[in-house]
């Protein structure tokens, strides 16, 4: 009853601290142009486009998907803004696809942009998605929440500091594979842990960067998406799932909505040994913390075994199951774009098409997705074969 | 064609009102979730997907939907956010469900516009370099379009006034729920306070506290569910030109687009025979004139002569907006998901004192984005046919 639907194009801008020359418009259509040209299409054989960007604050502008209506193709066809925060991209992705899926539309255009650079503290803006009567005065804000589950971690599993930096020195190191990442820095464990605290025991390094850029796909329906182009990357798997909201009612160290919704998406798939089956993952991970916390949630590993899967060099670029080839999060986060970056580099292994990064001959792949101090989770499979 | 055939199983709305001040957001959420649930004798377990509509601005915090979509009932769900009006978020539940992936869906939005400042984030929405400087906001903005809209077609203030006094008198008359249930008399209209010439305080809608949740399933759990259903036959949405300069002011080409394309689904060549019941956006009185000629009621520029033939008012043969429409009641955000609310009430012979007799087919419409900038109609009908 299902229908197939495969990504048949992606774009990307490069990923910086700041913008200077395009206005958000323009960079949208940065990464549309760039999309469309890797399908070979031009903007009037898409029949919808859908939107995705996080806070508004960031840009300073309500509503920014409307001041780019025109710029994406969008003009007098379908079109509205999903925004879930950090998950946003993925969501963007899913509504796509659950657009070419209805048999509404045969090709689907998702764009999700944000612009960092223009808001003076992204902090700032992430401060007030906690609850001003219950949690606001506790301090809470992204950093220290994500403290909190490392400290849990570390409890609970006996993860040492070391674990956590050795995820960001395979992150920024695969970063200069990647011509669109923000973030190359040629670092050793040493440096991660020397770096400044923010929030014990979260340091400078373990931290992902704030970037402005943009990122669109093209989905197609099955019998479009063989026309287009003979590397179409499948969607083989979807879902995601909410939390509860306050942090304090969630179990940090053990999400099992992750596991949740890894298993939705792996039924779908038929996958039912992620670690054996999977040739590739692209993990929302915009701390090392929380990059470590879904290995286990995914079944890369036993639980509590992160730090054994991490010294095995199971998730280097040459390991068994390539972890962020890309550089992942900690090396480019334009925050309402980040989750949609993580399926386009997936889409890009799966096509044959990530250049420099490209881990050999990837059937599957896996992308997640994370949003609201990880309330939000998703994950979503993509394959060579339909 | 679409192979899937979509309903809507139950309604339920909060009382509009100027401040719900005995209550905070998600609070009535929640209430107003629960009420749809309620009513279809589901629990939330029954649910696989929700689909809320909210901006962060209006709701006050980035990431708003972390706690709004918890209040939606989306712990541990799929959940996903659009930054549309609430209308959208039902097409986009009603495309969810024709994707297979998902059977019952949950839409929910709200406006609780006694905590913002409507103005100020309005405002916002233009960009920063060319439009906002002149001080444009949706007042402004809509008396350029309703300037342009009277001059070319030669249309009267008085037959602008014309709408009010319809409406507001069916809020009166047959909709406990309304906000504003006084009736107004012409003279009224005419003498009230002007805003943005030639738009006054009474052809304008009221700011307005409440919120609308709905229940979509499958064809098959429909059945299971209930015997009184709203059967989706078509559902589309589209966008204009960002830019005011860009769009023709004279006519809603959007709405034009948005409404042949439903027409075409639901097989609905003369709308005006077919449909029995609409519900449509008049976010001031003009707009409604406008609307009539985008929908095809009547031809381009004869909206007020449709008006004047008494085809819209209850009596008519087409009714237009029996439940007061957004003059009377405009909790933003929701105001267009009301209106498939309340076309639905009516397809399932609820809508008490202010049920049309007999009705098969109704029309919903609702507005996104900047003086009309995003449209989307929903044909519902008593028979599942097509």
Not at chain 1, 50 to 78: H, I, Q, R, T
Not at chain 1, 118 to 147: H, V
Not at chain 2, 222 to 248: F, H, Q
Request: charged residues 20%; aromatic residues 6%; negative net charge.
């Amino acid at each position: 009853m299902k229908s197939d639907v495969a990504i048949v194009g992606v774009g990307q801008t490069n990923y910086v601290t700041k913008r200077l020359d395009v206005s958000v418009p323009e960079l949208a259509q940065e990464a549309v142009r760039r999309a469309l040209q890797d399908a070979a299409l031009t903007m009037d054989k898409v029949d919808a486009v859908v939107f995705g960007s996080g806070p508004e604050a960031f840009e300073g502008v309500n509503c920014p998907d409307k001041w780019c209506v025109d710029a994406v193709g969008a003009l007098e066809k379908p079109f509205f803004r999903i925004n879930t925060g950090g998950m946003t991209g993925a969501s963007a992705a899913m509504a796509g696809h659950t657009l070419v899926a209805s048999g509404l539309f045969d090709v689907v255009l998702v764009v999700a942009l944000q612009r960092v650079g223009e808001s003076s503290d992204a902090q700032q803006i992430l401060n007030t998605i906690f609850d001003p009567i219950y949690e606001k005065d506790f301090g809470l804000n992204i950093i220290s929440t994500i403290a909190q589950r490392a400290i849990r971690l570390m409890e609970l599993y006996g993860y040492k500091e070391e674990h956590f930096s050795m995820i960001s020195v395979r992150n920024h190191l695969n970063a200069f594979r990647n011509p669109h990442a923000h973030l190359k820095l040629d670092i050793t464990l040493d440096d991660v842990l020397k770096s400044r605290v923010l929030c014990w025991p979260i340091k400078l390094l373990d931290c992902c960067p704030r970037s402005d850029g943009a990122c669109a796909i093209v989905l197609a329906s099955e019998e479009k998406a063989t026309k287009i182009t003979s590397t179409p990357a499948w969607i083989k798997g979807l879902a995601s799932m909410s939390e509860g909201y306050f942090v304090g009612d969630r179990d940090l160290a053990l999400p099992d909505y992750y596991s949740l919704v890894a298993r939705k998406a792996y039924e779908m798939a038929g996958i039912d040994n992620p670690r054996a089956q999977l040739d590739v993952a692209e993990l929302y991970g915009a701390f090392t913390v929380s990059e470590m916390i879904q290995y286990e949630c995914l079944g890369f590993c036993e639980r509590g075994g992160g730090g054994k899967f991490l010294e095995e060099g199971i998730t280097e670029i040459t390991g068994e199951l390539p972890v962020n080839p890309s550089g992942g999060v900690q090396s480019a986060n334009p925050i309402g774009a980040t989750a949609l970056v993580r399926i386009a580099e997936v889409a890009l292994q799966v096509m044959g098409k990530a250049e420099e990064r490209q881990i050999p001959d990837v059937k599957l792949g896996l992308a997640t997705g994370s949003g609201g101090t990880a309330q939000f989770f998703s994950v979503m499979i993509l394959g060579k074969k339909r | 064609m679409i192979p899937k055939r979509v309903a809507i199983v139950s309604v339920a709305q909060t009382k509009y009102e100027e401040a719900k001040q005995d209550k905070e957001l998600s609070e009535i959420i929640f209430q107003v979730t629960r009420r749809a649930l309620d009513q279809a004798g589901l629990t939330r377990g029954d649910v696989d997907s929700v689909v809320i509509a909210a901006h962060d601005l209006v709701d006050g915090r980035s990431i708003a939907d972390m706690v709004t979509a918890t209040a939606a009932g989306a712990y541990h769900k799929d959940v996903i956010r659009v930054c549309e009006d609430g209308i959208f978020a039902a097409a986009l539940a009603y495309a969810r469900i024709l994707s297979a992936i998902f059977e019952v869906s949950l839409v929910v939005a709200w406006g609780k516009a006694s905590e913002g400042a409507g103005e100020v984030i309005n405002h916002l929405s233009f960009d920063p370099l060319y439009h906002r400087p002149l001080g444009l906001n949706e007042v402004s903005s809509y008396g350029i379009r309703a300037t342009r809209y009277l001059q070319k077609h030669g249309i009267s203030e008085e037959q602008c006034a014309k709408v009010v006094v319809k409406n507001r008198h069916n809020a009166a008359l047959g909709n406990p729920l309304a906000h504003l249930r006084a009736p107004v008399g012409l003279g009224e209209v005419l003498r009230s306070k002007v805003i943005s010439w030639p738009i006054k305080l009474l052809d304008t809608a009221p700011k307005t506290d409440g919120a609308c949740a709905m229940v979509l399933a499958s064809e098959k759990r429909a059945r299971e569910i209930s015997g009184n259903l709203a059967w989706v036959k078509g559902a589309s949405w589209c966008t204009d030109s960002y830019y005011m300069g860009e769009r023709d002011l004279d006519e809603l080409k959007s709405l034009r687009l948005a409404a042949s394309r439903a027409y075409e689904m639901a097989g609905i060549k003369e709308p005006v025979r077919q449909i029995d019941v609409a519900e449509v956006y008049d976010l001031f009185s003009f707009l409604e004139l406008m609307e009539y000629e985008a929908l095809g009621f009547c031809g381009q520029g004869e909206g007020a002569k449709f008006l004047e033939s008494g085809i819209p008012q209850m009596e008519g043969e087409l009714p237009v907006n029996p439940s007061g429409g957004v003059l009377s009641s405009n909790p933003k955000t929701a105001s267009g998901l009301v209106r498939l609310a309340e076309a639905s009430l009516q397809v399932m012979n609820l809508a008490e004192g202010r049920q049309v007799p007999e009705v098969r087919t109704a029309l919903a419409h609702g507005i996104s984005g900047l003086c009309g900038q995003s449209h989307c109609v929903f044909i519902v009908g008593k028979q599942e046919s097509y």
